[in-house]
């Protein structure tokens, strides 16, 4: 199997200093939902996608445009309903890859980011909760390099210790350990049987102390995101969650 | 798997300006029975194919000749039966290709209609009922491009919003937005457990407005439709339905 | 998976003008019933093979000879019990190959038949019976091309309207219809469950038209075909039906 | 999938004019218990082997030594225990390859003998007992040129004269009728279920007719057999059955 | 399917003369407790990595360092906590490797072992338990050359006469014995069901006697090992197994 990834670019992407999320499916959908929140809350543009015949053959329509299954999107500085936007970039997919394809997509993906000059990529997981209270909720934090470990120290976070990371993640973080690039993992656990908002709300939390110059709100997404989470279960079982705007009883959803 | 795709023109195709309807199987059989449709309503000529080994072995019979399982018509502008039919292009197929073979199999149509100078693609897909009511039916269309869009607008029609579109037409629709080229996606909810002849039905009301020199009647069909419905389910069960002229009993199939 | 396909000429095949039975394994095992009978009865020599890493990795063996599991035979206009035999080819298996080598197995044997001049290609296939009175049987017959469908006019059998063909005699079918070669296929319902000797018998019976120097007696075939119709259901649980002859009861075989 | 077998020649493999016995895994063990029977009954050295990515990653250990599961063994003209060895070469293994490496493993032991200069090659098959009575034993010989069927005559053996040999030894035959050399497959019938050491015993009754300047002696093999028997079917269930020299009760293995 | 094997080396790595620990995953998980226990006894340094994208997509975190599946550690002579580290190599894996890479990679890692001038390979595997009596315990060995031979006799210890081997010891095995590389396979029974710590306790005795400059104590690892146990376990049901320090309760682990 030839991995046959491309990266493609709709323009000119010029995010030199930038932080890239990386949000490919994980437990509970937590790293689908936050990269559609930021999306959404940020106003960010949709600048590219990643491309392989193996990714699902699928377009997700968001504000009428059809996209790939793999998309980047970038957020300008601008100020927008109260929060400044430092550059960020998000690159997110409903579809997780074939496991055959997670090693070379980890690796076309750190070969983009460092010729783009991105400084970090802040790597979204959801996990199982290992705790014996269902009630009892924890986020998790791993950092590949000196850097990227002190970004989690200033923020008075205890790295992870030991463990295993499956997935994209899993190899974004021993590939950049090696590359001596800056890849922080943050984990969230959740509910493996359904998109689980409660858990991106907390990420959320998690991710607000790393984007210092955004306001992120998780309390009206808490709201929001159990609305979502009805959405995007439908969407699982028909392939198709439609909404038609003029229609009357038309959502303002958040997510595209 | 290398996709070994070929598209084989029969004779010199001269469409240009001409509008491709995309039918590959969907929910329901909608886009097979409506090609099928245009195809003898408009005594549409077979003037070339897509070619794989990894499409299913298979010929298709029609009026005594042999052909491949993907095949491409051409409606020359003629009068006939009281329409006026305007250049039109169709690609059919009774069979899903692989998944694995969808993206390819989408890029070269893509780069062949942009070759042969056609303007417009009109991907027929079916999707299942979302509402709750079984009697209620609804159509959906989505555009690739501002000049897709604005087809759609003239026509008073509003494109979906969110969603998710599986298949050729998904892929199709996010690599035309890509490349610029204009292909709207149109939408009828289906049955998805028989060839839903009443969804292609109100899929040939959708697509009336938009051929304009084509009067399309989907009344005559409906009863037409519910006959061929009969037949291709025992095609399926048999892998040879047929039908000898001469014999007595011998119907007037409209579908090839 | 690279189709590893190729033709085997055992010494020089100088079978310019001659007519081609192509017997690959169908439903009921009609077409490779006949293949042996008409190898059998006109007493057919074994010139070739056609041979790939995919196919049954078997030995067929027949009068003590080991033999590939494709092969080609080829019968030279002789006198024999009676019967003039003129210039025939059988290309015949036991097994059927992979689906995704069918479509390349009918190009080679297509380019094959070409460069050998022969001028007809005879394709052998069984059908589910789809009447509803089990005692009712039907052959048919679709031809690829105009000089083909006047064989089949000159015979007064009507070519097969619509359907679909699926296997090897459905790429030899379209993929002939496309390169003016002469393809028949002819048909005949068959019981999918076992080797069915009646319907091959039809089925000779059809092909006898075909063959005007031939005298083909399906007689004396559906008495030895029963008997057949044991033996090659016990070959498939055993993968060894076995016949030694000397010994006692050795029983005189026509299937080799 | 590329087949990547090397036959490995441990040193300088001088066999001109040698007979082969191919024995790999087939119905009954029948071919392994043979072949392990030789190698230890003529003292044959272990010279090389055939390898390939795609055989069972494994190593089997005789004596002490670990080897890989593809073997060829040369016994030299010694006199030893009463009899005279000629020149053999046995090729072995305790696992089947895939379907899809027979063909061209086949065709490499065919290149490689024709290379050595070994005039005959022999390939023991077990096959399921086809009689009514399961106390009546037989056993089967096929020969795939002129000359290999003049070894049977010499022996009042007559050849099996139709049926169907699966495995590694129907492509060797197929194969060799086509290249001319001389390759004898021998069959007895034996039970699927077990290592059939009994089987075994009348193969090598018939085998000791093709090996004049050897005395084989099915008796003693009989009861050693037996014990085979048992420990081969615990070497399947454990993947390792074991045997400390030393340790009391450490039995006389002949197999290795 | 390419093996897509790589040995990264995160610095210059200087193992002259040393001696390699071979721990991929084995029944009882028994090579991945020892290799797991001599690291973290001996406080070996992580060096490098093999990678393929066949491998498991999977980071491995231990003490906050996020690692590939399969990786090289390297013990440097120093004295710590009262025992001297003579130069070890250590090579594991939590997860076992696809069947097909088994021989590629067993020959990438010989090749490699060889440019370093690595002397002995030790292969760590587990077996099941074939004895009659669950209580009783034995160990084996198996040695590839005369040398690794000499090394097992200097020891008082009988190597394993007769059996088969499985898995990347075996390939490693039968591989070095071609090249005449000195490979050593230490295997201790095992319970397949879970990670047995005792077994490991056991094969670290055995190890023991090969490593003289160090002293591998078994007792305190027995008590350790049986926490694992339960530790390892628990790491398969969630796939990550966490330890945050700073939490209350949180644990001295050895295993990493």
Not at 29 to 46: C, D, G, H, Q, R
Not at 141 to 155: G, Q, Y
Request: hydrophobic content about 40%.
């Amino acid at each position: 199997m030839d991995d046959d990834i491309k990266i493609i670019e709709r323009k000119e992407i010029n995010v030199h200093g930038a932080v890239l999320i990386e949000g490919f499916p994980s437990i509970g959908m937590v790293s689908s939902i936050v990269a559609n929140y930021l999306i959404k809350a940020l106003n960010m543009e949709y600048v590219g996608s990643i491309r392989s015949r193996h990714f699902q053959p699928t377009a997700v329509i968001s504000a009428g445009v059809p996209m790939p299954p793999v998309r980047i999107y970038v957020g300008q500085p601008v100020e927008k309903k109260g929060s400044i936007c430092e550059r960020l970039v998000v690159v997110t997919s409903e579809f997780p890859p074939p496991a055959e394809l997670m090693q070379p997509l980890a690796s076309h993906l750190l070969d983009w980011t460092k010729q783009k000059g991105i400084i970090t990529i802040i790597s979204i997981e959801g996990v199982i909760n290992a705790s014996q209270n269902p009630e009892e909720h924890s986020t998790y934090a791993i950092a590949s390099s000196p850097a990227a470990r002190k970004l989690l120290e200033n923020r008075k976070i205890t790295p992870l210790q030991n463990g295993i990371i499956t997935g994209i993640s899993g190899v974004l973080l021993h590939e950049s350990e090696l590359s001596g690039q800056d890849v922080i993992c943050l984990l969230s656990d959740a509910n493996p049987k359904i998109p689980d908002a409660r858990a991106a709300a907390r990420m959320i939390e998690l991710l607000d102390g790393f984007l210092p110059k955004i306001k992120l709100d998780p309390a009206p997404l808490i709201k929001e995101a159990e609305r979502l989470e009805e959405q995007l279960r439908q969407a699982m079982v028909q392939s198709l969650a439609m909404n038609v705007p003029g229609q009357k009883e038309q959502p303002q959803v958040m997510y595209g």
